[in-house]
């Protein structure tokens, strides 16, 4: 059997990205080039004809027409970033079709764009033909090595120095839904942070569904209102800020809380050794978190920090429903950021260590 045009790394990158850029060309050798949605099932890439201007008839589309009078298509899928360490690229040349409705390979087509795209559920999309482009060559160029062979599978396949350097505090994701199974692998990996004794003293919550991040939301509002308003702050600044937090909170796909478990610890007579036992629990959550944050920047995803739920603990717990042996600590916002940050400097490597000999 040759061997497939599309490799596992292209599929997966494939899979992971959520838009590329399809050129094709008319009949006098005009290119032109499009933004698409796309899905694959490893060997071909499908887009819908989802016929956004109802004027025009799908077929009429540009690009419907290029394809029927020159199926040779050219698609990219790329990442940028200002760390160039995060470069990376596919480039697919192939062959387009349409694939009419009513086929069996059309139905599964419009299943793959539909599980890819929750947008496209209430579209018509399975009334129209879909573009089907069959690869005929592929390349893909990514800065740095590929990670695969350690088994990760990663889509951001850095070496270890560009990873910890390329990630960075997102504030505003997409829309765009985490898979379940990338929150797995993330909050697995972070099992392996170390922690006092070896007894892991933290706990996570998961939050996704919009109610139960609407209630949280609703009651750190209500707490930090009564905060700022303590503070003496404008009502301007309190609207301001409460609209902030409420939108971070509200719109990121994942929310994870980080909670502080010590009934596992060890426990002291006195209160120094006990106050000890709790800091060195309280280091290790941020063990935890940066083991997070690091794999979920390596799988493709980004993360924040919010430490509000320290201020707030009994309301987090309560709206979460939450029992008392959990302290929530910080939430850790998940999801695909909607535009790459600013990077925060960091002090000059003379300024921190203050003691060599
Ligand atoms: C314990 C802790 C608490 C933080 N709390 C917040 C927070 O409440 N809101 C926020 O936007 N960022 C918060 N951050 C993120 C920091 O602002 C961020 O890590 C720092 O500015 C460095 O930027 P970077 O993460 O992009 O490298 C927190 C980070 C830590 C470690």
Not at 91 to 111: C, D, N, P, Q
Not at 217 to 233: K, P, R, V
Request: proline fraction near 9%.
């Amino acid at each position: 059997m040759p061997a497939p045009i599309l490799d596992a790394r292209m599929q997966r990158y494939l899979i992971a990205h959520r838009v590329a850029r399809l050129t094709t060309v008319d009949g006098a050798g005009q290119p032109s080039v499009v933004p698409i949605c796309y899905a694959t099932d490893g060997a071909v890439i499908y887009s819908a004809l989802d016929a956004k201007p109802k004027r025009v008839a799908p077929t009429a589309l540009r690009r419907v027409r290029n394809i029927l009078t020159h199926p040779a298509v050219a698609l990219v899928v790329d990442d940028y970033a200002e760390w160039w360490a995060d470069l990376s690229h596919l480039i697919v040349r192939g062959t387009a079709s349409l694939v009419a409705a009513g086929t069996a390979e059309h139905a599964a087509a419009i299943a793959l764009l539909r599980d890819k795209y929750p947008q496209y559920a209430a579209m018509p999309i399975a009334e129209q033909p879909v573009i089907a482009i069959r690869p005929t060559t592929a390349r893909f160029w990514a800065a740095t090595p590929d990670a695969e062979e350690q088994g990760a599978e990663p889509a951001r396949a850095l070496d270890f120095d560009a990873l910890v350097r390329g990630r960075r505090s997102v504030r505003a994701f997409r829309p765009d839904p985490v898979p379940r199974a990338l929150i797995e692998r993330v909050l697995d990996a972070a099992r392996w942070a170390p922690s006092p004794h070896g007894r892991q003293p933290w706990r996570f919550a998961v939050i996704t569904r919009p109610e139960r991040k609407a209630r949280l939301a609703d009651a750190m509002g209500d707490t930090w209102q009564a905060t700022l308003a303590m503070d003496n702050e404008s009502p301007a600044v309190v609207a301001r800020r409460l609209a902030n937090s409420h939108a971070r909170i509200h719109d990121a796909p994942v929310l994870i809380l980080l909670c502080l478990y010590t009934a596992d610890l060890d426990h002291y007579p006195d209160p120094d050794r006990q106050a000890a036992e709790t800091t060195m629990a309280i280091q290790s959550l941020g063990a935890a978190a940066q083991t997070l944050l690091l794999t979920a920047y390596r799988l493709g995803l980004d993360g924040g920090w919010m430490c509000a739920p320290l201020f707030c603990p009994d309301t987090v717990r309560g709206a979460l429903d939450l029992p008392p042996t959990l302290v929530p600590h910080a939430l850790l916002p998940l999801g695909y950021a909607a535009k790459d940050p600013k990077r925060r400097p960091r002090l000059p490597l003379d300024d921190l260590i203050v003691h060599w000999d």
